[in-house]
């Protein structure tokens, strides 16, 4: 069937074709490696150029006077501002978790007593 000859020559081809293949799979990985720190560097430079942008806006003092009194809702001494509060706004969503009526304390002391008592479940 198979001479001496092709089985060397197949053995051969194998050998060269296993000592390709990690030299291969690493240069894909580096490519793949370098595409992707492209990326990466792409972003940081729009991030750049972005904060760049953001620096040259808060040199100008008209833009700082006008953030400040937008964001931050400061005024000139002698100003009057006001604040429109919507109705039907949800303030109970943004007011966060009722204040407790008891102290913290209290409320602990309860916990340890109900942990000492018998359980309910299980009778006496």
């Given amino acids: 069937m198979l001479t001496s000859r092709a089985a ?3 053995l051969v081809v194998c050998v060269i074709a296993l000592s390709l293949a990690y030299p291969l799979r690493e240069y894909v990985m580096q490519q793949s490696q370098i595409a992707q720190l492209k990326e990466d560097r792409a972003r940081m430079e729009e991030n ?4 760049q942008e953001r620096e040259e806006a808060l040199t100008d003092e008209d833009y700082v006077e006008r953030e400040a009194r937008e964001r931050l809702h400061y005024q000139y001494p002698g100003e009057t501002a006001y604040i429109v509060v919507r109705p039907g706004a949800d303030d109970e969503a943004d007011a966060g978790p009722a204040a407790p009526t008891e102290p913290w304390f209290t409320e602990l002391w309860r916990s340890v007593e109900e942990a000492d008592g018998p359980d ?3 009778g006496p």
Avoid: G, S
């Fill in 8 to 10: 060397i020559l197949a």
């Fill in 120 to 122: 309910p479940d299980r």
């Fill in 48 to 51: 750049v150029a972005h904060l």
